[in-house]
């Protein structure tokens, strides 16, 4: 079921853990509020061999008009990325 994405999955956990800086993937494809790390390990559903531990995921409520994403980008903080779930 996975096949189609295993060759982008490869290529996102290679890329990010060459870059060796802060990664952030945002999407809304679940239409779920979820935050992770879905490639630090690397991904047996995709064959990924490649850790990368500096990738970060958030999954955005897609579907839902009163929630969204407030995304800081800061490189003066000791985090790059903060972020939180604003609802109305």
Do not use: M
């Not at 060796?20 to 047996?44: F, I, N, Y």
């Not at 500096?54 to 903080?77: E, H, K, M, P």
């Amino acid at each position: 079921a996975h096949d189609g994405y295993i060759p982008v999955v490869r290529r996102l956990a290679e890329r990010s853990a060459g870059f060796g800086r802060p990664v952030l993937l945002v999407c809304g494809d679940s239409h779920e509020w979820r935050v992770g790390q879905p490639l630090a390990r690397g991904s047996t559903v995709h064959k990924v061999r490649t850790a990368a531990l500096n990738l970060q995921q958030i999954v955005v409520s897609g579907a839902t008009t009163d929630v969204w994403l407030r995304l800081t980008i800061d490189a003066s903080a000791g985090r790059l990325f903060s972020f939180r779930e604003v609802r109305r």
